[in-house]
């Protein structure tokens, strides 16, 4: 057997120098997108990781983290922001006499309190030598909530600046955490801060912790993670809500775990915390409403439950309008800072932070290289369409690989995978474009083809529709029915052909039987249904030894006989005595006919029925029966009426529809009412298209 070339091979007809170029093409694209994404780094993957913050956000709100905010009620009630050290000393005993485990004030306090007495002596110069002595000699509020913060939980919060920062301030005498809080040394890498904005020195050498409150954003101005330790003015000090997890934990150190000369989590207390490099924890953020929050002003009323924090770690911040804390996370435009440090706290102690595992950037990147490799000498010898379903698979993959990790707390990067791979695809398919008019030619020789069997499946259509407008007495003939009745109606299917059935035939000189019914579906097969179920109707009504109820139920049970598709029909047949106007009516789960008298009145017709013929072949329907008086009109109608809707998706209200049917009386002849309805529900429609069939049948006593 000789060997032949696959035609589903795009390198089957070119020379072997040309096959060289189209791989060499994918070989340089991938490592350009390799080199793209190395230079790109992080900001690649973040909006990406922020999207799944939005889809996935923990949403059960938090049983070990509270907010006290100074929000705008508080600021109302007490004044101006900053407080006297006499609110914030009772802010603090008020929340650590309701059980709070740890206390963070969130707030930075270099300055003395300005209502401290000597500053008040001074700003008041005209009091008398020996009252503004005795103002003088009045405690410190310093001093007094340094004795408050003493007794309690409390962390109190620095931040570190860099030296061209507005807040650099010279190095002082600000106390650091002490050297055996952590005894290992930062690795490299960590993040470091030449200076320190510290508080008061009597405030911070009263406190049991001290932590950085730095949430520097990402060069979008996004804060997507906090220090969990940071190196500040030369001391290693943790960060806020690390330090908040320790004195809650009663830990008198916070160890390291260092791999590859990075750091690669903390710990503290019974739990280890993982780090990026930086020594930085990257937050899940859940809803803003995720965190519970009491208002200062409400806690300085006294009047919340004593257990209110119990077992709990509670962040003081503000939250007012106006203030400088406003930060912009990825799931919230503005959001305040007292709430990142909150969510951070609530990271550590619930396990639920983000961070990258071990080894994870090497098989990204390794299986970045197979998948290119792959795509270079694979998927050129695959077809067109087989290369862009694996292209697609692969990256669905790969993106949902990356989804479930986020929703373990993996951060998996897939653009490592995804880049090369796709450039190398992408210089394929460019390489190989040369081929692209012959499979132009190839698919314009099959379009040709499609063309012409489309047409011949039109051709057919439109006999069908034929044949199957055929089978229904057109509107001259039913006007000739009796001279006692008029009888008019139309049917407009919503394709070439449909499954909407009317007829109409004289049982006998005194007796009309008619029937309007509804096939579950559309097209073809709904209009074979449709031809059978009337030709099978037609047959057992004019049978004179059964009855209505009879027929009815002969029809259900021959419909419903090898019925593999389970089709089903809705029909509603009616015998019109014409002497009297006395009407059997017998429905299957139409829709129920309406009555129109001569002066425009309309009433529903509300009969029991049964459920649609082949949903249960022994139903036993039953006959109902109705007097049309002289000058009324029986009028039967599809659910194309009922379930017609406009461009904008809204169905035909029922009283729009008995308004259209009243003023349609007025027309004094039943094919004038069937044409006045039609109008009025093409003209609900609007020009678009019909949602199903269409049918109408009028029944009208002169």
């Known amino acids: 057997m000789t060997a032949s070339k696959s035609r589903s091979d795009p390198l089957a007809d070119l020379d072997a120098g040309a096959r060289r170029r189209v791989r060499l093409a994918g070989l340089v694209a991938a490592l350009a997108a390799m080199a793209l994404v190395l230079l790109v780094g992080e900001r690649l993957n973040r909006p990406l990781f922020d999207l799944f913050q939005n889809l996935s956000p923990p949403t059960a709100a938090s049983r070990q983290v509270h907010v006290v905010a100074i929000d705008a009620d508080s600021l109302r009630t007490v004044g101006g922001w900053p407080w006297s050290r006499y609110y914030l000393a009772r802010l603090v005993e008020e929340i650590s006499a309701r059980g709070a485990t740890g206390i963070g004030l969130d707030l930075l306090m270099p300055e003395a309190d300005r209502l401290d007495p000597p500053r008040f002596a001074d700003l008041y110069r005209e009091l008398s030598p020996g009252a503004a002595a005795e103002v003088r000699a009045l405690p410190s509020m310093d001093a007094v909530f340094a004795r408050v913060i003493a007794r309690s939980p409390v962390v109190l919060a620095r931040a570190g600046a860099q030296a061209q920062s507005f807040d650099a301030l010279a190095p002082s005498s600000a106390p650091t955490p002490p050297p055996a809080l952590i005894p290992q040394s930062l690795p490299k890498g960590v993040g470091a801060y030449s200076h320190v904005v510290a508080n008061l020195q009597l405030l911070d050498g009263a406190a049991l912790g001290l932590g950085l409150v730095n949430g520097d954003p990402d060069e979008d101005g996004v804060v997507r993670r906090v220090p969990l330790i940071a190196r500040v003015a030369g001391a290693p000090t943790p960060g806020l809500a690390l330090e908040l997890v320790r004195v809650a934990k009663g830990a008198d150190r916070i160890g390291l775990r260092i791999a590859g000369g990075r750091l690669a989590a903390v710990h503290v207390g019974d739990r280890w915390i993982s780090s990026s490099g930086d020594g930085r924890l990257v937050l899940r953020f859940g809803g803003a409403d995720r965190i519970p929050t009491t208002s200062a002003a409400d806690l300085l009323r006294q009047g919340l439950p004593n257990d209110l924090f119990k077992g709990q770690i509670v ?96 951060l998996l990067d897939p653009y490592p995978a995804l880049a090369p791979a796709a450039a190398t695809s992408a210089a394929t398919v460019a390489a190989l474009f040369v081929e692209g008019r012959r499979l132009q030619t190839r698919l314009r020789t ?14 057919e259509l439109s006999a069908a529709a034929d044949i199957q407008s055929g089978m229904l007495l057109p509107r001259d003939e039913l006007a000739s029915l009796s001279k006692a009745i008029e009888v008019d109606a139309v049917l407009q299917p919503a394709r070439n052909v449909g499954g909407d059935l009317y007829d109409a035939f004289m049982l006998d000189p005194s007796r009309l039987c008619f029937l309007v019914g509804d096939v579950t579906g559309k097209g073809v097969p709904a209009a074979l249904f449709m031809a059978l179920g009337k030709s099978l109707a037609r047959s057992l009504l004019t049978r004179p030894d059964l009855d209505l109820t009879a027929a009815v139920a002969a029809i259900n049970t021959e419909l419903s006989q090898d019925n593999r598709q389970d089709m089903a029909l809705t029909l509603l047949v009616g015998i019109l005595r014409t002497a009297d106007g006395h009407i059997d009516l017998c429905c299957a789960g139409h829709e129920n006919p309406l009555i129109v008298g001569a002066d425009g009145q309309v009433h529903e017709l509300s009969l029991l029925g049964g459920p649609p013929l082949c949903v249960d072949p022994t139903f036993p329907y039953s006959v109902e029966s109705q007097y049309l008086m002289p000058g009324e009109t029986l009028l039967a109608f599809s659910d194309g009426v009922t379930e017609a809707q406009s461009p904008d998706g809204c169905l035909l209200p029922r009283a729009e529809l008995l308004a259209a049917v009243g003023r349609a009386a007025a027309g004094r002849s039943a094919s004038a009412m069937v044409d006045e309805v039609v109008a009025a529900v093409r003209a609900f429609e609007a020009g678009s298209e019909p949602s199903d069939d269409l049918t109408i049948l009028a029944i009208r006593r002169p």
Request: aromatic share 8%.
């Open 315 to 410: 962040l003081v911040g503000l939250t007012g309008a106006g203030t400088a804390d406003v930060v912009h996370t990825p799931r919230a435009q503005e959001t305040y800072g007292v709430f990142v440090q909150a969510q951070a706290v609530d990271a550590i102690l619930s396990g639920e932070a983000l961070h990258q595992p071990r080894g994870a950037a090497f098989v990204e990147w390794g299986l970045g290289v197979l998948l290119a490799v792959a795509a270079g000498m694979g998927f050129s010898r695959l077809p067109f369409a087989a290369m862009a379903a694996a292209a697609t698979g692969g990256a669905a993959a790969t993106l949902a690989a990356s989804w479930y990790g986020f929703q373990s707390g993996l």
């Open 446 to 459: 099959a379009l040709e083809g499609e063309r012409l069997a489309a047409a011949r499946v039109a051709g």
